[in-house]
Nanobody
């Protein structure tokens, strides 16, 4: 079992920045690929970033590439999502997730453990 707790969400103006954190407890954190997803009202959960177990590889969809950066600190059992140049369409609940995998997966069903989510609202 892995428990995940997100923090750092909030209200920000368009063009601003936020840094989300996800603290993990339970099984060995470094054994998990970590991902960030988001879900806006009425929409499906969407992959926004993934990072390999070592942190050496990352993946992003085109919608956030160049604006979002995922990182992890295995010594602190924490994964981060730095979000810059935020847009109103980035408004959603953001979730971190863990997958006991070797590769970064972009599909939500590939992740076994989820946090409770943190709200990010970007005003225009």
């Amino acid at each position: 079992q892995v428990q995940l707790v997100e923090s750092g969400g909030g209200l920000v103006q368009a063009g601003g920045s936020l840094r989300l954190s996800c603290a993990a407890s339970g099984r060995t954190f470094s054994g998990y690929v970590m991902g960030w997803f988001r879900q806006a009202p009425g929409k499906e959960r969407e992959f926004v970033a993934g990072i390999s177990r070592s942190g050496g590889s990352t993946d992003y969809p085109d919608s956030v590439k160049g604006r979002f950066t995922i990182s992890r600190d295995n010594a602190k059992n924490t994964v981060y999502l730095q979000m810059n140049s935020l847009k109103p369409e980035d408004t959603a609940v953001y979730y971190c997730a863990a997958a006991p995998a070797r590769f970064i997966w972009t599909m939500a069903r590939s992740y076994d453990y989820w946090g409770q989510g943190t709200q990010v609202t970007v005003s225009s």
